[in-house]
C-alpha cells in the first residue's frame, strides 16, 4: 500500500502508530485510556483519516516516554527508543 499523502504533514502512514503501540505491548483502547482519552481515540491516525498534531503527539510522547515519535511520523528507525 502506497504512503497516504497529507499536504501538511508530508507522507504518514497510521501502521507506524500501530506497531509502535504493539511494541509497548499496548492496545489502542488500552493506550487511550492511560492517556485520559476515548478508547477510539486513535483509531482515525491509524486508519489514515487524520493524522495528529504536535500537540496531540507531545502528550503521546509524555505519556509513553520508550515510544519514538520519529518512528510514528516517518517509519523509520525502531518504534521504541
Known amino acids: 500500500m502506497p504512503p497516504t499523502k497529507n499536504k501538511s ?3 504518514v502512514q497510521g501502521k ?7 511494541s509497548l505491548g499496548e492496545t489502542q483502547s488500552s493506550a ?3 492517556m485520559g482519552r476515548h ?3 486513535f483509531s482515525k491516525h491509524i486508519n489514515d483519516k487524520m ?7 507531545s502528550e503521546l510522547a ?4 520508550d515510544l519514538n515519535i520519529r ?10 527508543l
Do not use: D, I
Open 16 to 22: 507506524w502508530l500501530q506497531q509502535a503501540l504493539e
Open 32 to 34: 487511550a485510556l492511560k
Open 62 to 65: 509524555r505519556t509513553f516516554p
Open 51 to 57: 493524522y495528529f498534531g504536535a500537540e496531540k503527539l
Open 9 to 11: 504533514a508530508g507522507f
Open 39 to 41: 478508547p477510539s481515540f
Open 71 to 80: 518512528y510514528v511520523l516517518t517509519g523509520e528507525g525502531e518504534p521504541l
